[in-house]
């Protein structure tokens, strides 16, 4: 069973920094690309960012390039989200995701609230 656990989220004010984990189980870790998404009050989830199997190749929404970094770390099964110059539009709950085969699989998120 493909099982994503978050954790990092918290409370941080305008231009702190989080960085979120992501631990990965039963799955193949290295073989799949991973992927941040974030689901705001009140919105539809928004995808936030990947980092393909190796590491070596990522991708970020326009909203957080520059501001974000996407890493993994493939011998703990473990994927990264720091999260830098935060802003209250960043108020959401996080969710790491795989797809695998035909699924996709989400884990149960970590709130980031970013507020004064």
């Known amino acids: 069973e493909v099982r994503l656990v978050e954790s990092g989220g918290g409370l941080v004010q305008p231009g702190g920094s989080l960085r979120l984990s992501c631990a990965a189980s039963?799955?193949?870790?290295?073989?799949?690309?991973m992927s941040w998404l974030r689901q705001a009050p009140g919105k539809g989830s928004e995808w936030v960012s990947t980092?393909?199997?190796?590491?070596?190749?990522?991708y970020y929404a326009d909203f957080v390039k520059g501001r974000f970094a996407i890493s993994r770390d493939n011998a703990k099964n473990i994927v990264y989200l720091q999260m830098n110059s935060l802003k209250p539009e960043d108020t959401a709950v996080y969710y790491c995701?795989?797809?695998?085969?035909?699924?996709?699989?989400r884990g149960q998120g970590t709130q980031v609230t970013v507020s004064s």
């Open positions: 980092v393909n199997s190796g590491g070596g190749t990522t």
């Open positions: 039963g799955l193949t870790f290295g073989r799949y690309d």
């Open positions: 995701a795989a797809e695998v085969g035909d699924s996709f699989f």
